[in-house]
């Protein structure tokens, strides 16, 4: 049932990355992920990445994370700011 669930997830910070985890871990089949930061160091010790991702996209780096535990959920990246494309 939840391979056929697809989720949006705004921000991936500390918060954000945990919840894409476990949602990944609890099967969701598709994650839209959207955030247009890079990981830094301030955020980086309560941040599901670790410090081999500073300075790369926070998308990336959480897919990567994503597919590193070998979980089967599919990531839809964007890295546009949300508001600036929610103007148009």
């Keep these: 049932e939840m391979k056929e669930k697809s989720i949006v997830i705004v921000g991936l910070g500390s918060g954000g990355s945990s919840i894409a985890m476990e949602l990944a871990a609890a099967g ?14 301030v955020n980086l010790f309560r941040h599901i990445c670790g410090v081999r991702d500073l300075g790369r996209k926070k998308i990336d780096a959480v897919e990567d994370v994503i597919k590193e535990h070998s979980l089967p959920t599919s990531i839809k990246k964007c890295e546009n700011d949300i508001m600036s494309t929610l103007k148009n």
């Design 28 to 41: 969701v089949g598709t994650l839209h992920l959207f955030d247009k930061d890079r990981l830094n160091s």
